[in-house]
């Protein structure tokens, strides 16, 4: 069974850091694309970036609100995704979501049941 | 970026009822790379259609996705009480997006 699970969020200030943990297993951690998905609060999803598979060529994506701020990495060895939150704005208060994304082969996508960053001061 | 739109905002109806919702893409969507979701309080989405028209894994039949380019229907033949949810689409083309959703509840 695959199962995603976020950790890390919590209350943090205006321009300060923050490292999300997603750890995932009962799948090929390795040959999975996976992404960060935000839903700030009683709003709607929104994509926040994407790492390819390292055989994939590792390619990251960033949506544009969080570009230069935020970095998605991956640790195939620990089977964990992150994504590091630098410069944080009261606009990244969310809940945050990984996700393996749409599995064309398999017809599932996996979700975690996300975790929550609140920026406040 | 390519921009969804839904419509309508809001659908009231009842169970039994036939729903039609609509995405939008602001440009053709590659490969008809459209998926809808569904979307309770509480809960991380879940997957519904792919490719516009697949039905993910475990989904029953009658949810069905339609369409190609830049339009794109979610019929649902007739509602069931868990199907009142928020729905949403994304486009997986050209890097990720999603609409706004479209929330069906209960009239």
């Known amino acids: 069974e695959v199962q995603l699970v976020e950790s890390g969020g919590g209350l943090v200030k205006p321009g300060g850091s923050l490292r999300l943990s997603c750890a995932a297993s009962?799948?090929?951690?390795?040959?999975?694309?996976m992404s960060w998905v935000r839903q700030a609060p009683g709003k709607g999803l929104e994509w926040v970036g994407r790492?390819?598979?390292?055989?994939?060529?590792?390619?990251?994506e960033y949506a544009a609100p969080v570009k230069g701020r935020f970095a998605i990495s991956r640790d195939d060895s620990k089977t964990t995704l992150y994504l590091q939150m630098n410069s944080l704005k009261t606009e990244d208060t969310a809940v945050y979501y990984c996700?393996?994304?749409?599995?064309?082969?398999?017809?599932?996508?996996?979700w975690g049941q996300g975790t929550l960053v609140t920026v406040s001061s | 970026e390519i921009v969804l739109t839904q419509s309508p905002g809001t659908l009231s109806l009842s169970p039994g009822e036939r729903a039609t919702l609509s995405c939008r893409a602001s440009?053709?969507?590659?490969?008809?790379?459209l998926a809808w979701y569904h979307q309770k309080p509480g809960q991380a989405p879940r997957l519904l259609i792919y490719?516009?028209?697949s039905r993910a894994t475990g989904i029953p039949d009658r949810f069905s996705g339609s369409g190609s380019g830049t339009d794109f229907t979610l019929t649902i033949s007739r509602l069931e009480p868990e199907d009142f949810a928020v729905y949403y689409c994304?486009?997986?083309?050209?890097?990720?997006?999603f609409g706004p959703g479209t929330k069906v509840d209960i009239k």
């Open positions: 996700t393996t994304g749409v599995n064309v082969v398999a017809g599932t996508s996996s």
């Open positions: 009962g799948f090929t951690f390795s040959n999975a694309w």
């Open positions: 790492i390819k598979s390292k055989t994939d060529g590792g390619t990251i």
């Open positions: 440009q053709s969507v590659s490969s008809n790379s």
């Open positions: 490719g516009a028209s």
């Open positions: 994304q486009q997986y083309g050209t890097s990720f997006t």
